[in-house]
């Protein structure tokens, strides 16, 4: 029997994206001994509320599962004294992943495979790092364009008169004549002159006569272009546009089981088993909101009628994201209020504990935003310093402090969370008007530029600075189910090629919030 409680309790472990080590296991099975009838159910339980736990590793050992023990047993005792009191609301369905322990992988273009990167990920990183943030980039999106129809070479060129657009090296275009399909990344060697670049050489490249794709070409992105060489040696461009997507399955059939999302690799057993709960799970409900001004009384006051009315539903939400700015003033060097900006933290834990069903059976994740406390505003932003988020947690234990971006496992779903002014930025920085053939919406725009790109922030990085190190934390590849980005523009909604992005808007400047059912993808808005 006990050989048979270990294989379920690694199993379940394996499911959350957990590892165990044997002291830890053991811990285990001596806490579910206890419990001979209903076995299941207390492995359940553990695993719950160790996902409450503050982990620095997705590797259990004795001390954390001890700790977690501890805590249940007090909280049974507890139960004993008050029979009254009721369980929580189950929260294994949600798995929050700290950008910080995303799993880095780099394609080998000679082996044609991914390989996991085992080496450590200092956070200076030396020069090395930047030109390998690039490369990484470029062949992240090359491998994924030499698998599409469109650019594979055929077997057999049986029709002269096909044209194949089939990708040319830009070394190769020295001394060419005619039209080339190229692929590389947009530079800016010399000031006002712009290079198409891959990892063979530089062209200067002329857009005034190219037709465009939608999205935002600028600086840093990934472009594949058609065009030809004039003999001034650049490259004329007669259309160019991202390159094309790839679907969500068939990404997961080359990457043979590595896990690029960061919430553990399953089985095909556990994929369907989570999937049937998923369909089930019709009651759940993210409740988003971004811009939560804590020091204006009157943001405060709307939120307060937020969670009174979410108070009083026949079923609460489960999840509760809150994200920055959490300040109407930018916390950089000439912010002197940190003393003030914890009280408040701490006002906001006093005004949910005032609401008890949201306290017992909600979860509330908070995601820092681009002006918000931290060391720097390079991404990914670590989670909020401790000091001012410590007397929030004394009256709201369910509170979670995320990374900027942040991803979240709900069963099977993949659901991505970003705060950062993505619309203004892009647009500022665009090298070409954007084209108006298929949409005039900015909103539509972006989302075409960040999937197409594969990429949360294709941003130059003198503009938005990025962590060398880290910038897979940013990747969208597989592409996610669902992305939610917070940004200080109007509320918008947008599924592109099946997936569901939504910008909930700035709660602080026109009430707006959103409502999404991760079940169904539904996203609804709402403002007071």
Request: aromatic residues 10%; charged residues 25%; proline residues 5%.
């Amino acid at each position: 029997m006990s050989g048979q409680t270990r294989k379920m309790i690694q199993k379940k472990l394996k499911i959350r994206g957990y590892s165990l080590k044997m002291d830890g296991l053991e811990e285990i099975l001596s806490f579910v001994d206890r419990f001979q009838d209903a076995q299941d159910e207390a492995i359940d339980l553990l695993l719950d509320q160790l996902d409450h736990e503050s982990l620095k590793s997705s590797i259990i050992d004795k001390g954390a599962v001890h700790r977690v023990i501890s805590l249940l047993l007090e909280a049974e005792a507890a139960e004993e004294e008050c029979p009254t009191s009721s369980t929580s609301l189950s929260h294994s369905s949600i798995r929050v992943v700290d950008a910080f322990l995303v799993p880095k992988f780099r394609y080998d273009p000679i082996k044609k495979h991914f390989f996991q990167h085992a080496g450590s990920l200092p956070i200076h990183g030396d020069a090395s790092a930047k030109s390998a943030l690039y490369r990484d980039r470029f062949l992240l999106l090359f491998q994924r364009v030499s698998r599409d129809q469109h650019f594979i070479k055929p077997a057999f060129d049986t029709d002269e008169t096909s044209q194949s657009c089939q990708l040319s090296p830009i070394q190769s275009l020295v001394g060419q004549r005619g039209k080339r399909w190229v692929m590389g990344v947009i530079s800016q060697l010399e000031d006002g002159h712009f290079y198409l670049e891959d990892l063979t050489a530089a062209v200067e490249i002329d857009f005034s006569k190219a037709k465009i794709t939608t999205g935002f070409f600028m600086e840093n992105t990934v472009i594949v272009a058609e065009g030809e060489m004039l003999s001034e040696g650049i490259f004329q461009v007669i259309t160019c546009g991202f390159p094309p997507l790839e679907d969500r399955d068939k990404s997961f059939k080359i990457l043979a089981g590595h896990d690029f999302f960061g919430g553990g690799t399953l089985t095909k057993e556990e994929t369907l088993r989570l999937a049937d709960l998923e369909k089930r799970a019709v009651n759940d409900m993210f409740v988003i909101l971004s811009d939560i001004w804590l020091d204006n009384e009157e943001v405060m006051e709307k939120l307060e009628t937020v969670l009174n009315g979410f108070e009083s539903v026949e079923i609460v939400p489960s999840l509760f994201v809150l994200m920055g700015n959490f300040c109407s003033h930018p916390c950089n060097l000439s912010f002197h209020s940190f003393s003030s900006l914890r009280l408040q933290f701490g006002k906001l834990g006093r005004m949910i504990e005032a609401h008890p069903r949201l306290k017992e059976q909600s979860r509330f994740l908070f995601i820092p935003g681009p002006d918000d406390a931290g060391p720097s505003t390079a991404l990914p932003r670590c989670a909020l310093p401790k000091y001012l988020t410590e007397e929030l947690q004394k009256h709201a234990p369910n509170a979670i402090f995320s990374t900027n971006p942040c991803r979240i496992k709900f069963y099977t779903q993949e659901i991505v969370f970003f705060r950062q002014d993505l619309l203004y930025r892009m647009r500022r920085s665009c090298l070409i008007p954007p084209s108006t053939e298929e949409t005039d919406d900015p909103f539509e725009h972006l989302v075409a530029t960040i999937t197409h790109q594969s990429h949360l922030c294709p941003l130059p990085l003198f503009v938005q600075p990025i962590i060398w190190n880290y910038d897979h934390c940013l990747h969208l590849y597989p592409t996610p189910h669902t992305i939610i980005l917070g940004d200080r523009s109007e509320q918008k909604a947008f599924k592109y090629t099946g997936i569901t992005c939504f910008n909930p808007g700035s709660f602080s400047d026109d009430s707006t919030f959103v409502a999404y059912r991760p079940c169904t993808q539904e996203v609804e808005f709402s403002a007071l």
